[in-house]
């Protein structure tokens, strides 16, 4: 049975990670509403690109490279982790998910391009065959970090060489504050949504000529659904360590009671037995 002092001691170690967990717990939910703040305000200019390009698309036969569909024989899934962890289990579902996606396409040449550390360092050393590593893009997703890897993705989908055919998002959509979602979805080719409303559509001239306009709004596109994703596994990821800090202050707390509770029980054995050793060399004493 541990002695006094080492329970004691253990107490006190207890209460200093309650403490720390207490703190993280607290950070998480300041760091959240702000990223719930952006999430939400990015999130009309993404669908209102995505219902521009399929007014375009419904209005001109004009093709592009981002919007042509070809058979998927060489595959890139863009994995979106974080770069730190004590998030519970936002990393490993989300790895698990692109994993179980990875072998799917288990008849096409496959590749990984990962955003943050903790998929980085999951698929690196497990050999997978890694196209790109994005590291350090959290805590701040800038429309900035999202630009450059989505330029980086298009080159590789415009490369003859590497030849990507189809290529997809896997990240942690957030829902609300005790919960978050993997999501699975197709980035490229751009896949117009049908427009309710294209039976009546009228004559429209283009000012400069589709090409141009398609040119620049289909990569903006691109760069936009990516921040987009940046800002949504954000938001869950500081969910996730909400909760978990959560869990493990409240974690901290019961063992605290159950080590307070021993510390009680060994004390009072501790001044019994001292009790009855007084009562000892009393009863010697007078025989």
Do not use: C
Not at 31 to 39: E, P, V
Not at 90 to 109: L, P, Q, W
Not at 266 to 273: N, V
Request: aromatic content about 8%; glycine content about 4%.
């Amino acid at each position: 049975m541990p002695s006094l002092k080492q329970i004691k001691r253990r107490i006190a170690s207890v209460k200093s990670t309650q403490q720390i967990t207490k703190a993280m717990k607290m950070v998480a939910a300041a760091k959240l509403r702000k990223a719930q703040n952006n999430m939400m305000a990015a999130r009309p200019y993404s669908h209102r690109l995505r219902t521009v390009i399929a007014d375009m698309a419904a209005r001109t036969d004009f093709s592009h490279f981002l919007l042509a569909v070809r058979e998927p024989q060489q595959v890139a899934f863009v994995v979106v982790a974080s770069d730190r962890g004590m998030a519970g289990s936002f990393n490993t579902n989300v790895i698990k998910k692109a994993v179980a996606t990875y072998e799917e396409f288990e008849g096409s040449d496959r590749f990984l391009i990962t955003v943050g550390r903790k998929a980085t360092d999951y698929f690196v050393k497990r050999n997978y065959p890694v196209l790109s590593k994005h590291l350090n893009v959290f805590p701040d997703p800038t429309l900035e970090s999202a630009r450059s890897i989505g330029e980086n993705i298009i080159e590789k989908y415009r490369n003859n060489e590497l030849g990507l055919d189809r290529v997809y998002l896997i990240y942690n959509e957030f829902k609300n504050a005790a919960q978050q979602r993997i999501v699975v979805e197709q980035l490229l080719p751009i896949t117009p949504e049908k427009m309710e409303s294209e039976p009546y559509l009228l004559d429209v001239l283009f000012e400069p000529d589709p090409e141009t306009i398609l040119n620049t709004i289909l990569p903006l596109y691109i760069n936009v659904t990516i921040w987009h994703v940046l800002l949504e596994s954000f938001a869950a990821e500081m969910a996730a360590r909400m909760t978990a800090m959560e869990n493990a202050t409240k974690a901290a707390g019961d063992l605290i009671k159950s080590l307070t509770l021993q510390f009680n029980k060994a004390r009072q054995s501790a001044i019994t037995k001292e009790l009855l050793e007084i009562v000892s060399g009393a009863e010697a004493l007078k025989g």
